[in-house]
C-alpha cells in the first residue's frame, strides 16, 4: 500500500494576515506525518506527529494557540484512534500540557480506559512524567483579545462561533493501516469544562481498518449531534467515495441540524477527500510523493516532494 | 402512537441475592415512566423519571449505589437524549450529586454544549441551584466493600468487570417522540477521571425521531470502539427490526472487539427490544397497558398495569 497522510487545520473563517500562516502549518504537518509513512512508520505516529506540529504551531485553534474559555483558560480536547483494533485514546478539558494528543496517545497505550477528564487527565499525565506548563505558554495575544473582545455587551455571540476549531490529521500507512488524530481549543469563551466533538469517539475522529478513517472539524456540538466521523465510514461501507461520504454527511449535518464544518478522509484503499461546508477549510495531502493544499473551496496548490 | 417505554438496570452478572431487588428496580422505573406516558407526558420527562427512579435505588450502579473509583469515590457519567431535534445533554465525572441525568438535562436545556465534565460541571450545577452533597450519600457498603476487595493483591482484576454497569430508559410518546437516558457510576476501580460511554453521544445512547432510541450498558470502552449506540439504530435504518439490529450490533461488538453488553431500543413505530450477550441483564418494559420484565435470557414475566 503507498502511504498517504492528510491534514486539516480547522474548518471555519481564516483572516486574510493569517491565510499564509495557515497554508503553511498544514503542509508542514503533512510533510512531516508523510515522511515518518516513506520511512516506514504507522499511521498513528504520522498523524500524532502532524497533529503535534499543528499544536505547536500558534496558527491553529489547538495546543498553544488555544481559544480561551469563558474563564480566560485554555482547556484542550484531543482523540487519537487505530483502525487495526479499534483502539482509541483521548483526554477532555485539559490544561497546562503541550501536547494533549500525546496524552491522548498514552491513554490509548498505558490505561484500559479510552477517555480521562480534567483532573484525572491531569493525574495520569502527572504519573506517565508528561510536564506540566505555565498555563500561559499555551495562550496568544490573538487569543486574549479575542477572549476580551467577546466578553464585551456589544459583542456578536455568534460571530466567534466562525472562528475556525480544531487541527487533524488522518494517514494509512504501508501496511493498510489507518489512523486519525484531533486536537482543540473548543469553543471561544465556552463555559468552563465544556467538552466538544474532539473528546468524543465518532464524533471528532473515526478509524477503522475495514472502511479508513476520518477527523472531523467544525461546530462541535452539531457534529456531536450527527455523530458525524462514524457517520462519514457509514456512507463509505455502503459504497461511497470518500468525497461522497463527506459531502453527504457534511449537507445531512446543515439541513437537519444547521452546522457548518468540515472533514479529511482517507480510505482503506488510499483515496482521500478534504471537503467543508464553511467557507474555508485549511487542509493538506501528501500521496505519491505529491503535495497538495488549500484554504477556499476549489483552491488547490500541487507540488513535488522530493 | 401508543406510547412504550424499555428500562434497564445493567447488564453483566447479577448475584442471586440481588436479583429481586434488581427485578424490582426496573419495574418501577418502567411504570413511573409509563406513567408519566399515559397522562400524555413526553417521552423525554418518561426517560429522565425512570433514569432518576434507579439512580436513586442502590440496587444499580449509578447515583446512589454507584461504584467506586480507585481512590474509593463516587464519579458519575449521564447522557439524555431528545430525537427531535437531535438535542442531547451529557455530563461526565461528577460527583456530589443525586442524579446525574436531571443535570445532563440542564446541561441540554440550559447551555449551548451538549457536555460539561468534571469541575466544570460542578460550577454548572452550583449556578443551576443543583444541591450538592456528601458524596458518602451515594456509597453503600456493597460498593465499598468491593472496592477494598479489588485492592488486594490477590483480586482478579478480570473479576469486577463483570458487574452490571449503568442504568437506561427509552421511550416513545404518544406525539410519535422518541428519547433516550442513561446513567452510571461506571467500572470498579476504575482510574479518576475516567469517561465511559454514558457521557458519549453514539456509544451510551442515540435518539433519531427517524428511526428510534436506544440505551447501551455493558463494558464501556467496548461500546465505545464500536459506538454501539448509533450503530443499532443505523441497522434499523437499514430495515432491521430492534431485535435483529440489537443482536447484529451486540454480536460485532464481541467478534471485533471481544466485549459484552446489552441493549434496550424503541422503533419510531413502537417496536422495541432488550437483548444482551451478557450472562444477565435487567430490563423492563411497559405497552398496551401491559408490563413485562425479565433478568435471564428468556424470562419473561408478563403482568397488566391497571
Given at each position: 500500500m503507498k502511504p498517504v497522510i492528510v491534514v486539516h487545520g480547522g474548518a471555519g473563517r481564516i483572516f486574510k494576515d493569517r491565510e499564509e500562516g495557515a497554508r503553511?502549518?498544514?503542509?508542514?504537518?503533512?510533510?512531516?506525518?508523510?515522511?515518518?509513512?516513506?520511512?516506514?512508520?504507522?499511521?498513528?505516529?504520522?498523524?500524532?506527529?502532524?497533529?503535534?506540529?499543528?499544536?505547536?504551531?500558534?496558527?491553529?485553534?489547538?495546543g498553544c494557540g488555544s481559544v480561551l474559555n469563558e474563564k480566560g483558560e485554555v482547556e484542550m480536547d484531543a482523540i487519537i484512534m487505530d483502525g487495526k483494533n479499534l483502539a482509541s485514546g483521548a483526554v477532555s478539558a485539559v490544561k497546562c500540557i503541550a501536547n494533549p494528543i500525546k496524552l491522548a496517545r498514552l491513554v490509548m497505550e498505558k490505561t484500559e480506559h479510552m477517555l480521562l477528564t480534567d483532573h484525572?487527565?491531569?493525574?495520569?499525565?502527572?504519573?506517565?512524567?508528561?510536564?506540566?506548563?505555565?498555563g500561559e505558554k499555551l495562550i496568544t495575544e490573538r487569543s486574549r483579545e479575542?477572549?476580551?473582545?467577546?466578553?464585551?455587551?456589544?459583542?456578536?455571540?455568534?460571530?466567534?462561533?466562525?472562528?475556525?476549531?480544531?487541527?487533524?490529521?488522518?494517514?494509512?500507512?504501508?501496511?493498510?493501516?489507518?489512523?486519525?488524530?484531533?486536537?482543540?481549543?473548543?469553543?471561544?469563551?465556552?463555559?468552563?469544562?465544556?467538552?466538544?466533538?474532539?473528546?468524543?469517539?465518532?464524533?471528532?475522529?473515526?478509524?477503522?481498518?475495514?472502511?479508513?478513517?476520518?477527523?472531523?472539524?467544525?461546530?462541535?456540538?452539531?457534529?456531536?449531534?450527527?455523530?458525524?466521523?462514524?457517520?462519514?465510514?457509514?456512507?463509505?461501507?455502503?459504497?461511497?467515495?470518500?468525497?461522497?461520504?463527506?459531502?453527504?454527511?457534511?449537507?445531512?449535518?446543515?439541513?437537519?441540524?444547521?452546522g457548518l464544518g468540515g472533514v479529511i478522509v482517507v480510505s482503506n484503499s488510499g483515496d482521500w477527500a478534504a471537503r467543508f461546508s464553511t467557507k474555508q477549510m485549511s487542509w493538506a495531502t501528501v500521496k505519491d510523493d505529491q503535495l497538495q493544499y488549500g484554504i477556499y473551496t476549489g483552491e488547490i496548490h500541487t507540488s513535488s516532494v522530493c
Open positions: 503553511s502549518g498544514v503542509t508542514t504537518a503533512a510533510l512531516k506525518g508523510y515522511s515518518i509513512l516513506k520511512q516506514g512508520g504507522s499511521a498513528l505516529d504520522a498523524v500524532e506527529e502532524a497533529v503535534t506540529s499543528m499544536e505547536d504551531d500558534p496558527h491553529f485553534n489547538a484525572g487527565a491531569k493525574l495520569f499525565a502527572k504519573a506517565m512524567g508528561v510536564p506540566e506548563i505555565p479575542r477572549w476580551s473582545k467577546n466578553l464585551e455587551p456589544d459583542s456578536n455571540p455568534q460571530e466567534f462561533k466562525k472562528d475556525p476549531g480544531t487541527v487533524g490529521a488522518v494517514a494509512i500507512d504501508n501496511e493498510g493501516n489507518v489512523a486519525c488524530a484531533t486536537s482543540t481549543g473548543g469553543l471561544t469563551n465556552k463555559l468552563v469544562g465544556r467538552v466538544g466533538d474532539s473528546a468524543c469517539i465518532g464524533s471528532g475522529g473515526y478509524a477503522d481498518n475495514h472502511v479508513g478513517a476520518t477527523s472531523t472539524t467544525g461546530h462541535g456540538e452539531s457534529m456531536m449531534k450527527v455523530v458525524l466521523a462514524r457517520l462519514i465510514l457509514y456512507h463509505m461501507e455502503q459504497g461511497m467515495s470518500p468525497a461522497e461520504a463527506a459531502d453527504t454527511a457534511l449537507n445531512y449535518m446543515k439541513t437537519r441540524v444547521g
